[in-house]
């Protein structure tokens, strides 16, 4: 499986997010933002966390403008993986990639701990080593993550078994709870929970890794 | 030399989106002792100067820009001022 991980000015969690998908077994490419193509035989682009662009005008929006923004929107549209972290899936809702919003925290906090999530599907390259109903224990740390979808969008998202996991206790505000979403084609997941913070022994768990170890699974053999 | 115009744009949340930096404000206005605040609604000022002649033109510049990048249609409505 090769990964491209994309930096933008102000990303902080790009080696992290590297060092994780090394550690499932996959082969990582950095990839700058004014970079208008991706490497050749890519097979997932991740998106980190982080302030890309000093989160001015809101959190995402220039990042999803970028040269490489246009590259990603290219490749999802061919089928190709796309997975978005923290600030990754606030980029991800600007580029229209994913529907909803991230909004200020309800709390209007920035929220920086370990949380549970509930994980809503099994059914993605993303969650196929976990079972539906399982709890994955990982850290949140953002200021933006109270995602917003209307009546309709939310029906949609649960009609279709896109809502990927969801927060066991809310700590932001976000519609029914959510933490992280899916595309229509299940191949883009955005969420707010690092799982690279949470991606071997040293960071005090491994439920993170799972994620990353779905996606060998699921794109190695692809 | 180029003709110049300015264009003001406010960008608003939607009515009927909670705004909570809004409802920070109003609790805090009543902390100060200022009575009869029943609602606050935080939004953006975003000014352009253009080099355009034509307003009708550069208000259709704008109000594209606005769509792809100045607010956030979803959740966020504009309006576009030319002086």
Same mark, same amino acid.
């Given at each position: ?63 999803? &403008? ?23 899936? &606030? ?132 | ?83």
């Amino acid at each position: 499986m090769k990964a491209a991980v994309i930096t933008f000015p102000g990303s902080n969690c790009d080696r992290d997010l590297a060092v994780a998908f090394e550690g499932a077994g996959a082969a990582v490419t950095r990839v700058w933002h004014k970079d208008a193509d991706l490497p050749a035989g890519t097979d997932i682009v991740a998106i980190p966390g982080g302030f890309s662009f000093g989160d001015y005008l809101r959190c995402g929006a220039i990042a999803a &403008q970028s040269p490489v923004a246009a590259a990603i929107k290219a490749f999802a549209a061919k089928g190709g993986h796309v997975l978005g972290i923290c600030n990754g899936f &606030q980029v991800l809702t600007e580029t229209g990639l994913l529907p909803g919003v991230l909004m200020r925290n309800a709390g209007l906090k920035f929220v920086c701990k370990t949380i549970d999530l509930r994980v809503e599907t099994a059914n993605s390259a993303f969650t196929n080593l976990w079972d539906k109903g399982a709890i994955a224990r990982m850290p949140v740390a953002h200021h933006d993550g109270n995602f917003t979808i209307d009546a309709e969008g939310l029906a949609r998202l649960r009609d279709e078994d896109r809502i990927a996991f969801t927060y066991a206790a809310n700590p932001n505000g976000s519609t029914a709870d959510i933490a992280g979403v899916l595309s229509a084609n299940r191949r883009v997941l955005g969420m707010m929970p690092h799982p690279e913070r949470m991606a071997e022994a040293a960071h005090g768990g491994t439920d993170g890794s799972v994620l990353f170890r779905s996606l060998l699974a699921a794109l190695a053999l692809a | 030399m180029t003709a110049t115009l300015k264009a003001r744009v406010h960008v608003m949340l939607k009515d009927g989106v909670l705004d909570p930096q809004g409802e920070a404000v109003k609790h805090a206005l009543g902390t100060l002792g200022f009575q009869g605040v029943e609602g606050v609604r935080q939004g953006k000022v975003i000014e352009l100067d253009l080099a355009a002649s034509d307003r009708a033109t550069a208000e259709a510049e704008v109000k594209a820009m606005c769509e792809k990048l100045l607010a956030n249609t979803v959740i966020e409505k504009y309006t576009v001022e030319i002086a």
